[in-house]
């Protein structure tokens, strides 16, 4: 059974740090590409980073420069390390994978909340 639980979440000051993680079981993690993507309240769902099998990584314009995704393979972890947070970033933080068919995000993983507030 594929498991992917994130961690990390917290109440952050704008301009704060956090750092997410998320440990996956039940596949090969190191054979896929991995996500995180983020739902806000009352909005739908924003893919924010990915990093291929070989460790190549894109970002959404949003966070680009602010965020930076990693993995460990031997660990079988994904982070998201977060810098300069702001208000706007507030939301619940999900990892994501598609193996035969879609794992994590809202409805199939629990995710982490992130609120950044003064």
């Known amino acids: 059974e594929v498991q992917l639980v994130e961690s990390g979440g917290g109440l952050v000051q704008p301009g704060g740090s956090l750092r997410l993680s998320c440990a996956a079981s039940g596949f090969t993690f190191s054979a896929y590409g991995m996500r995180w993507v983020r739902q806000a309240p009352g909005k739908g769902v924003e893919w924010v980073s990915h990093i291929s099998s070989a460790g190549s990584t894109t970002y959404a314009d949003s966070v680009k420069g602010r965020f930076t995704i990693s993995r460990d393979n031997a660990k079988k972890t994904l982070y998201l390390q977060m810098n300069n947070l702001k208000p706007e970033d507030t939301a619940v933080y999900y990892c994501?994978?598609?193996?035969?068919?879609?794992?994590?995000?809202?409805?199939r993983s629990r995710g982490t909340q992130v609120t950044v507030s003064s």
């Open positions: 994501a994978t598609f193996t035969t068919v879609p794992q994590g995000g809202p409805g």
